[in-house]
């Protein structure tokens, strides 16, 4: 049984125990409330500033692509679902160096030099994985915004990168890594018989080429590298080798390592930046087993934060949508004004009111001058931004019904 929940505020927005959607309804209509956010049903009290508060425990199942999370009381759940991290933050970071090398031969207004011995810190992390990182807290600040959280429950897990790969290593074999003794290159070429694994060429220029593209996801991994001559390199592309119809050099690929890595490096930071109490994976699959449910993150997250029996509520399926940057529009000290000042002073999924309409701002062009919304009924309107009038900043997070 699945129960639906209307999420409360206190007049001053500190949360508090959620009611039936049909008790929000009674409140919004009596005056007594009014609605603060659609999905989800959120409402704030118009005279009260305290209420009834429950033990309330957040678990977080932490990971690479995705989070799960449930908020549970003793009797039921009263927050749950999964959200999806984006995954082409490398690729946007690779697009920003771009533009910064072809900024510098531009003769555009004088930049301080910046200078090649700065230090990172301690605790220093790879912008793309900085993001995943930042991207658990906001959901965790955010879930805080609806119910009333006391605890908070965080899965930490070590991943043995290499026993992953190989089950059977031990001893020694830890500092004999796949390459020993080889040139990257000649390692490839004993491996491939010397020929263009896709064609079988030999007597040719060989390429090292990635079986899944780095666009794609790929790493630099040897076990991601084979050989192939110009013309299938060419061929090929953006493709992965099942996409060029070589599934069986696809199967060589091993498994990336890229969410054990994340893990491994962030987990701790985690629990010491949110001051959250901390379990293990292993804990996790016993409870999991003993209570009859599959493997998910959204099971998971129910594990961890206590769960064992309570009835659960219907899950929210999230996503991060990518929006621009508003502080672009601002002429701070020292910095010309931008070209762009209008184009930013609305947003993707900005809730705004139009002829009397609550609609979903979904671009804007002409240099800002119009924007294009969404009406209830799914419709898509162009309109002058004079015309609208901003009701809600959209939330960094994106909620939908699975």
């Known amino acids: 049984m699945l129960l639906m929940k209307a999420y409360v505020q206190t007049a001053r927005g500190k949360p508090l125990d959620p009611t039936t959607p049909a008790r929000a309804r009674l409140l919004i209509a009596g005056g007594r409330a009014k609605v603060v956010a659609r999905t989800p049903f959120t409402i704030r009290m118009l005279n009260r500033d305290m209420g009834y508060t ?11 692509s995705k989070v799960g999370f449930s908020a549970v009381t003793q009797k039921e759940e009263l927050l749950a679902g999964e959200l999806a991290l984006r995954s082409d933050m490398s690729k946007k970071l690779e697009q920003k160096r ?30 793309s994985l900085r993001h995943k990182k930042q991207a658990h807290i906001t959901l965790i600040e955010m879930i805080k915004t609806l119910v009333p959280v006391i605890h908070t429950e965080l899965e930490v897990a070590t991943f043995d990168t290499q026993l992953l790969q190989n089950p059977e290593i031990s001893g020694v074999e830890y500092q004999q890594g796949t390459l020993q003794g080889y040139h990257i ?13 896709y064609c079988g060429k030999t007597g040719v220029p060989l390429q090292v080429e990635h079986i899944i593209p780095k666009s794609r996801g790929g790493s630099d991994r040897v076990s991601n590298l084979t050989l192939s001559c110009s013309c299938c390199n060419q061929q090929k592309g953006d493709r992965t080798a099942a996409e060029f119809a070589h599934p069986e050099i696809q199967r060589q690929a091993k498994t990336s390592m890229k969410s054990a890595t994340f893990m491994n490096l962030v987990r701790w930071q985690l629990v010491n930046d949110l001051e959250c109490n901390h379990t293990y994976g292993y804990l996790t699959k ?15 997250a129910f594990i961890i934060a206590g769960g064992h029996q309570q009835i659960r509520c219907s899950p929210f399926m999230l996503i991060q949508p990518r929006r621009n940057n508003r502080s672009i529009q601002l002429n701070r000290k020292g910095y010309g004004r931008s070209i762009r000042t209008q184009r930013y002073v609305l947003q993707p999924h900005d809730l705004v009111s139009y002829e009397g309409l609550r609609c979903q701002v979904k671009g804007m062009f002409n240099r800002g001058r119009w924007v294009r ?3 209830p009924t799914g419709a898509t309107v162009n309109t002058h931004v004079k015309k609208v009038k901003l009701v809600r900043y959209g939330s960094g997070l994106q909620f939908s019904r699975p």
Do not use: M
């Open 98 to 127: 771009n533009y910064r090398r072809n900024r510098r031969s531009r003769n555009t207004r004088y930049r301080v030099p910046r200078f090649d011995n700065r230090k990172r810190e301690e605790g220093w992390l790879a912008p």
């Open 373 to 375: 919304l969404k009406t």
């Open 286 to 300: 016993k409870r999991r087993i003993e209570a009859g449910l599959v493997k998910s993150h959204l099971n998971d």
């Open 54 to 64: 429950t033990e309330v425990t957040l678990g977080i199942d932490s990971g690479y």
């Open 185 to 197: 290159r000649e390692y490839l070429l004993e491996k491939w018989g010397r020929k263009c694994a």
